[in-house]
């Protein structure tokens, strides 16, 4: 039992070819923020509405996209998803 623990949490050799698993782009988008670059999280916020990832839904109430709101990005992303008004309903 001890040495297949031991075989089992022992990291793989560099030549071995681990398989790839999917990252979906919401992950990026937070990774983004938390570096502060904000171009790459829009480019990730717009994958992210490709691939139609449910995490968009709640992108207006998540307190850390504070700093994107008035981004006009931002708010382009939100007309397109239909959380917001068209951007002629709005005028006066």
Not at 16 to 43: N, Q
Request: hydrophobic share 35%; charged share 25%; net charge positive.
């Amino acid at each position: 039992m001890f040495r297949y623990r031991r075989a089992y949490y022992r990291r793989p050799p560099e030549n071995t070819i681990l398989p790839r698993r999917y990252v979906s782009a919401h992950a990026f988008t937070w990774i983004y923020l938390g570096l502060g670059d904000k171009d790459r999280a829009f480019e990730s916020m717009q994958h992210e509405y490709e691939d139609r990832s449910n995490c968009v839904a709640w992108h207006p109430v998540w307190h850390l996209l504070d700093g994107l709101r008035s981004d006009p990005r931002y708010l382009e992303l939100m007309r397109r998803i239909g959380l917001l008004p068209p951007a002629r309903a709005l005028l006066p």
